[in-house]
Structures are given as C-alpha cells and as structure tokens.
T-cell receptor, first 117, second 114 residues
Framework: GAVVSQHPSRVICKSGTSVKIECRSLDFQATTMFWYRQFPKQSLMLMATSNEGSKATYEQGVEKDKFLINHASLTLSTLTVTSAHPEDSSFYIC?????????????FGPGTRLTVT | AQSVTQLDSQVPVFEEAPVELRCNYS??????LFWYVQYPNQGLQLLLK??????LVESINGFEAEFNKSQTSFHLRKPSVHISDTAEYFC????????????FGKGTHLIIQP
C-alpha cells in the first residue's frame, strides 16, 4: 500500500524558535498533500492543502505566516511552525493523495508530536 | 460546511462480542463517507468508504458500515471483534465548499477486553 512518512515523530522546542516537519510519500508521487492538526481528545482539523509547485491553500483561521508550507517536490511537503508558542503544541498529521485513487482518498503519515516549552 | 459527529469517545467491548461505532453527519451536498482506523503508533488507514451504489459497504477485515440517508448515519459494525481491532476509529466526510480535505469526527477508541 501507499506509504507516507513524517519526520520527526516527536520534537520539543523552546518558545520563539521555529520547527520544520517533513512529510514524504515514499512509493508514489503526490501532487497534493494535506496538513492536519489534532488536539487531545479532539478530531483532526484540516490546516492547509499543499499543491506541488504552487502556494498552499489555508483553511480559515490558520495563519499562513505562522505555518509555512512548502511542497517543493512530488514526494515532499514541509510544514514550518515559525516563532512557536506553547499553544502551538499539538499533533500534526500530513496526508497525501495518490494519483489514480478517489478524489477524497488520502494516505496518512504517522504524525508529529510538537511540544513547545 | 459539512460536519461529523461521533458520540462515543470510548467503547469497551469483550473479545468476540459484536460492536457498533456510531457516526452521524450533516451535509447539504452529495454524500461521501469514510471510516479511518488508527492503530497504536501508526498513521490513519482507510477502513471503508461509501461513494455511491450499495448502501452497505464492507472492509476486508470484517467491518461493515451502512449509509442511512434518512437518519444521516454511517455506523460501523463488526459481528465479532478481536484484540487486534483495538484502535481509534474516525468517521470522515469531505470538507465541501470546493476544498479537497476531509472533516473528521472526534474519534472513538475501541477497547477490546479479553
């Protein structure tokens, strides 16, 4: 099956620093990737849609200058949390759409746990 | 915007007993429905989906879900659960409004007791 990886799986950073999370599709090329955020005991919330070679589309309420998304290749999208604060602590999950599958079918990475101290 | 409600945050069930995980949705457009499963320390995996056609859809590991338009539900069932079914289960619908992402329910933690 399609495999999506994320790196790192866990990261702890100090308030005010920036953190980059990588999302890779390992065995297919993904023109579209998605970034979700999950708070404890809550559902996944779509943050943005990342399209290869173009600017990401952010959901309402998501600060694009704070959550920088770069989809530079067909197998890699990165999410950079800039000037992180404790309220940015969360579980970040990426997914990728595999060509040839249904429009809404997505393959998910294992997630990245971000803790900002 | 479309939304999904999973009323049960946690469902404990004895091994080999039947289980139903509830999902209700609100949608004013064409309905596509998904169940995803997240095993411990793994990413979400598609369990089954309803796009059109038969309202009863099945997965390869014995789960089934039925699309009920009148009740706006897509409950997930399995007649006999195993320890290996212990996981978090998420119901999802497309975001709608031209977006391609998914809107998820809060998830139901299925706990299988020996």
């Amino acid at each position: 099956g399609a495999v999506v990886s994320q790196h790192p799986s866990r990261v702890i950073c100090k308030s005010g620093t920036s953190v980059k999370i990588e999302c890779r599709s390992l065995d297919f090329q993904a023109t579209t990737m998605f970034w979700y955020r999950q708070f404890p005991k809550q559902s996944l919330m779509l943050m943005a849609t990342s399209n290869e070679g173009s600017k990401a589309t952010y959901e309402q309420g998501v600060e694009k200058d704070k959550f920088l998304i770069n989809h530079a290749s067909l197998t890699l999208s990165t999410l950079t949390v800039t000037s992180a604060h404790p309220e940015d602590s969360s579980f970040y999950i990426c997914s990728a759409r595999r060509p040839g599958t249904g429009v809404y079918e997505q393959y998910f990475g294992p997630g990245t746990r971000l803790t900002v101290t | 915007a479309q939304s999904v409600t999973q009323l049960d945050s946690q469902v404990p069930v004895f091994e080999e007993a039947p289980v139903e995980l509830r999902c209700n949705y609100s949608s004013s457009v064409s309905v596509y429905l998904f169940w995803y499963v997240q095993y411990p320390n793994q990413g979400l995996q598609l369990l089954l989906k309803y796009l059109s056609g038969s309202t009863l859809v099945e997965s390869i590991n014995g789960f089934e879900a039925e699309f009920n338009k009148s009740q706006t539900s897509f409950h997930l069932r399995k007649p006999s659960v195993h320890i290996s079914d212990t996981a978090e289960y998420f119901c999802a619908v497309p975001e709608g409004g031209g977006a391609d992402g998914l809107t998820f329910g809060k998830g139901t933690h299925l706990i299988i007791q020996p």
